[in-house]
């Protein structure tokens, strides 16, 4: 049972475009570590006034 190879253009092409993997990326290549301020920066302060910008309720959402 062998295979048919075909030699036409297409083929050629699709198999140097897709023919091996890329290149595999190590872990550590994919992370960064980042030094953060104390307390998680300025923006991490609790603002109890603000707060309700930030809440979401579905009956409000749809007008009930």
């Known amino acids: 049972m062998g295979k048919d190879v075909t030699t036409d253009a297409a083929a050629v092409l699709r198999h ?4 091996q ?3 595999r990326i190590r872990f550590e290549d994919m992370t960064e570590e980042v030094e953060t301020g104390p307390g998680g920066g300025a923006g991490a302060a ?6 309700w910008k930030y809440y979401s309720c579905l009956a409000l959402d749809l007008g009930l």
């Open 16 to 19: 140097a475009r897709f023919g």
């Open 46 to 51: 609790h603002n109890p006034e603000g707060s």
């Open 21 to 23: 993997l890329p290149e």
